[in-house]
T-cell receptor
Framework: AQSVTQPDIHITVSEGASLELRCNYS??????LFWYVQSPGQGLQLLLK??????LVQGIKGFEAEFKRSQSSFNLRKPSVHWSDAAEYFC?????????????FGKGTHLIIQP | EAGVAQSPRYKIIEKRQSVAFWCNPI?????LYWYQQILGQGPKLLIQ????????DSQLPKDRFSAERLKGVDSTLKIQPAKLEDSAVYLC???????????FGPGTRLTVT
């Protein structure tokens, strides 16, 4: 069965600094990969997704992620964070053959922005 | 375009009581999902509907949880009887069809005391 690991439970970054959130997956084939953001009291919002093709994916709010098959990773990056980026971030993988169906989520990384 | 609607937003019940949650997906979306998100964890899929049929309920604790989507539009998720470990946020999501991007509602936060 597929699984997702987000090694960092909490990350603190200064406003204006760069950000990288780590995500590793376990999957038997070419995965469908996603990053979601969840603000307090809100549902999950899709930041970006990778299905195939270019391994560097651009998303909303200035985020990007890079798929590295050799490292089974799909890390999320942003060159300069804003205070409004403080939230919970989830990496997810779709089930084999299911596209965006049957998502398996990681436990999330809580991003704290300090002034 | 209206998003996924869920109600209630918050619910507090005692263990062994029953509770029901309601979800109205985005208009025209054929696929509907219920997730359980326990504090400190990522969401876990409970059940997936395609129109009014169940596609995947492999992680639904069927001894106490049930869900229906009778007319292929809105859906209800029921817990009977509730246990302490059912305290969680219950998220509903919908997508245009299977395999496409899911849109999430704000969730229902359940506290079982």
């Amino acid at each position: 069965a597929q699984s997702v690991t987000q090694p960092d439970i909490h990350i603190t970054v200064s406003e204006g600094a760069s950000l990288e959130l780590r995500c590793n997956y376990s999957y038997g084939a070419t995965p469908y990969l996603f990053w979601y953001v969840q603000s307090p009291g809100q549902g999950l919002q899709l930041l970006l997704k990778y299905f195939s093709g270019d391994t560097l994916v651009q998303g909303i709010k200035g985020f990007e992620a890079e798929f590295k098959r050799s490292q089974s990773s799909f890390n999320l990056r942003k060159p300069s964070v804003h205070w409004s980026d403080a939230a919970e971030y989830f990496c997810a993988v779709g089930k084999p053959g299911g596209g965006a169906d049957g998502l398996t989520f990681g436990k999330g990384t809580h991003l704290i922005i300090q002034p | 375009e209206a998003g996924v609607a869920q109600s209630p937003r918050y619910k507090i019940i005692e263990k062994r009581q029953s509770v029901a949650f309601w979800c109205n997906p985005i208009s025209g979306h054929a696929t509907l999902y219920w997730y359980q998100q326990i504090l400190g964890q990522g969401p876990k899929l409970l059940i997936q509907f395609q129109n009014n049929g169940v596609v995947d309920d492999s992680q639904l604790p069927k001894d106490r949880f049930s869900a229906e989507r009778l007319k292929g539009v809105d859906s209800t998720l029921k817990i009977q009887p509730a246990k302490l470990e059912d305290s969680a946020v219950y998220l509903c999501a919908s997508s245009a069809t299977q395999g496409t991007e899911q849109y999430f509602g704000p969730g229902t936060r359940l506290t079982v005391t």
